[in-house]
C-alpha cells in the first residue's frame, strides 16, 4: 500500500525550495545531452524531467516558476494523447512559451499507441513523433522518455529510440540517481534528504506537473481539478464553435438540418 503523500511538499514554494536546496548544494540544472561530459568532469548535476502527462497549463505554470529562479528543465511531451494537443492553438501557445523561457524540449512516447510493435516498429514511430515536435516548435528534442514503460522499455535497450538516447539508458537510470514523484509521492526518497544530495551525486529528477499547485490537493483531488477546468474549457470552445451549445437549446431536426456538418457549418458562420 502507498504511503499517504505529505501534501506540503506540492505546493510550488515547496519545490522551488527544494530545487534551490540542490542549488545551494553546488549543483547546476543540465539537459540530459551534457550529463556523460559532466560526469567524466566529476560535477554536481541535476537532470530535472517534467513528464506532461495531462495538462499543459500545469506545465506552463512550472516553467514559469523555474525560469524566475533561473533554472531550465526538460519537459516531455506527448505526441499521441488524448490528454491535451500540443499542435492547437493552446497548446502551441503554451509549448511555445515554455520553451521560449529557455526550457529544453523533449518527447514523452507512449508505447501502447503502437500496439503489436516491435523494437523497429517503436524506433520508427518515436522518430517521427520527434521529428513532428522538433518541425512544429523549430526547436531540438535531443532525448526521449517513455510514458508508462514496458518490460522492453525498462530493459534500457538504446535501439528504441535511437539517434535519440531515452531517459531509461542504465547512464541516466541507474549510474545517475533516479528520484521520482510518481502517482504524487516522493515514495524511495524526498530529494532534499536523499542520500544523493547528501553526497553529492549526479540526480535525474523526475516531477509530474500535475501534482503541484499554490495550495496543493491529494493526488486524486488534483486530477478532479484539472479534469473539471478541462470540461469548461472544452464548454467555452463548443459555445465558441457553435450556437445550440451557446444557446443551450436542441432545435427540432427539419428540412437540410438532418446532416451533422450543416449545424457546424452555420455555426460557424454564426461565430465569424
Ligand atoms: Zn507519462
Known amino acids: ?33 551534457q550529463a556523460e561530459r559532466l ?47 500540443v499542435f492547437s492553438r493552446f497548446g502551441t501557445e503554451r509549448v511555445g512559451e515554455i520553451v521560449g523561457l529557455g526550457h529544453h ?12 510493435a516491435g523494437v523497429a516498429g517503436l524506433r520508427a514511430g518515436c522518430s517521427r513523433e520527434a521529428g513532428m515536435l522538433e518541425a512544429w516548435f523549430r526547436a531540438p528534442v535531443h532525448v526521449v522518455s517513455y510514458h508508462r514503460p514496458s518490460e522492453l522499455v525498462l530493459s534500457g535497450r538504446p535501439g528504441l529510440s535511437a539517434p535519440r538516447p531515452h531517459t531509461y539508458l ?10 521520482s514523484d510518481s502517482t504524487g509521492r516522493w515514495r524511495y526518497e524526498y530529494p532534499p534528504e536523499s542520500e544523493a544530495l547528501l553526497r553529492g551525486l549526479p540526480v535525474q529528477l523526475l516531477t509530474h506537473p500535475v501534482w ?13 481539478s484539472i479534469l473539471s477546468a478541462k470540461a469548461d474549457f472544452l464548454e467555452r470552445s463548443f459555445a465558441e464553435h457553435c ?8 432545435e427540432p431536426a427539419g428540412p437540410g438540418r438532418d446532416r451533422q456538418s450543416d449545424g457546424d457549418d452555420r455555426a460557424w458562420k454564426d461565430a465569424a
Not at 212 to 224: F, K
Not at 243 to 250: F, I, L
Open 1 to 33: 500500500m502507498s504511503p499517504e503523500p505529505v501534501l506540503d511538499r506540492f505546493s510550488y514554494d515547496a519545490y522551488l525550495a527544494m530545487l534551490l536546496r540542490f542549488r545551494d548544494a553546488g549543483y547546476r540544472f543540465a539537459p540530459f545531452g
Open 39 to 85: 560526469l567524466a568532469e566529476g560535477r554536481r548535476f541535476v537532470l530535472l524531467r517534467h513528464d506532461v502527462d495531462m495538462d499543459l497549463d500545469k506545465a506552463r505554470q512550472m516553467a514559469r516558476r523555474e525560469a524566475e529562479a533561473g533554472i531550465a528543465a526538460t519537459y516531455f511531451f506527448l505526441v499521441r494523447t488524448d490528454h491535451y494537443n
Open 105 to 116: 524540449l523533449g518527447l514523452h512516447f507512449d508505447c501502447a499507441a503502437y500496439a503489436g
Open 170 to 179: 542504465p547512464l541516466f537510470s541507474r549510474t545517475i540517481r533516479y528520484l
Open 212 to 224: 503541484y499547485a499554490d495550495v496543493p490537493q491529494r493526488p486524486h483531488q488534483a486530477l478532479r
Open 243 to 250: 450556437r445550440v451549445m451557446r444557446e443551450g437549446v436542441t
